[in-house]
């Protein structure tokens, strides 16, 4: 439970969410001693708090497409197809989400898919074949920009009670598809940090031994990477459902006009978490996409009534996750 968190735990496990750097001993320099700081992640991911301590690479600098899919689904179907959609290692989110407001036909089922270029097509074409028919089909719903992600929550200051503000400097990105080849090494090295670093005072020297490489080898690579953008964070990945944030809502809304300043206006409230442009299409009318987390449904509701207002969007809808069928970290390279 949080409560079972001193402050200056909860400062600490928010800073580790903004990320270490990749130095030698990346967890000196907190309010707590080295060892205190290894021992509370340790703490945090057996409370299950924390899903991960690792790098949060940008899969398009590694080469990967990825996008967002839906597909609309007979009730009845929706457990076998979002089994068959689960399964596929592209596959790293899979959530049924239902409409609060309007009772068009929407996409029930969503789901995140990223695979490297050369694979990408078929892959999905897989998926495909197995879940469509002739009464429903995927639609692709690729992110043209971004506004906000790498969300920090700040669990020093959040309460159970309310809604959790997510901590995050907002800034606009086109998406683009740049990216260079890998050597073998590095490729090795993304393997052995994308999901679990080692939590140790000197966790760079334990991945150096793994790949028959000197510690200064990874952490300069590591450091160039982040300079190039490769890498985003190395960093706590809060499990927000065991962290108290039970309800996710999906907003979307129609934007006329110049998206970039609604974007950034509503990437700007501290309660969105991720916020993307998309393209509108015609069975799915909408072209701004942002997430929010709250402790409960009616939280959630209220929640995107008053984004709508105070930024202005109408016409939007609130997609309610209702199930979790999947929720895991990408694997690269595997």
């Not at 809060?238 to 206006?265: Q, T, Y």
């Not at 009318?285 to 942002?290: E, T, V």
Request: net charge neutral; glycine share 6%.
């Amino acid at each position: 439970m949080l409560e079972h968190y001193s402050p200056s735990e909860k400062h600490v496990l928010t800073r580790l969410q903004r990320g270490i750097e990749a130095v030698s001993r990346p967890f000196q320099g907190f309010d707590l001693p080295e060892q205190e700081v290894i021992g509370l992640l340790r703490r945090a991911m057996e409370d299950g708090f924390v899903r991960r301590f690792g790098v949060v690479y940008d899969a398009r600098r590694l080469g990967y497409k990825s996008v967002l899919c839906a597909l609309d689904c007979d009730a009845e179907a929706i457990d076998e197809k979002a089994a068959i959609i689960a399964s596929h290692g592209g596959v790293t989110h899979c959530y049924e989400r239902r409409p609060l407001i309007g009772n068009a036909p929407y996409p029930a089922l969503w789901f995140t898919f990223a695979m490297l270029h050369e694979q990408f097509t078929e892959s999905l074409a897989g998926i495909r074949a197995h879940v469509e028919d002739g009464q429903s089909r995927v639609l692709e719903l690729p992110a043209l920009r971004r506004f906000k992600i790498d969300v920090v929550f700040d669990l020093q200051e959040a309460r159970r009670d309310e809604t959790f503000p997510g901590v995050v400097q907002t800034s606009e990105h086109e998406e683009t598809e740049d990216f260079r080849t890998f050597s073998a090494w590095e490729r090795a090295l993304v393997r052995a940090t994308d999901q679990q670093i080692p939590l140790c005072a000197r966790p760079f020297a334990d991945i150096a031994r793994q790949l028959g490489k000197p510690e200064q080898h990874v952490v300069d690579r590591l450091q160039s990477w982040k300079r190039e953008g490769v890498l985003r964070r190395i960093a706590a990945i809060l499990d927000h459902r065991n962290s108290g944030f039970k309800a996710n809502g999906m907003c979307v809304w129609p934007v006329e006009g110049d998206i970039s300043a609604v974007g950034r206006r509503l990437a700007g409230r501290s309660e969105v978490t991720h916020c993307y442009q998309r393209p509108r299409l015609e069975e799915f009318p909408f072209d701004l996409y942002a997430m929010i987390h709250t402790s409960s449904r009616e939280e959630t509701k209220a929640l995107f009534r008053n984004i709508s207002a105070e930024c202005g969007l109408s016409n939007g809808e609130l997609f309610l996750s209702l199930r979790e069928y999947k929720k895991a970290s990408m694997q690269y390279y595997r």
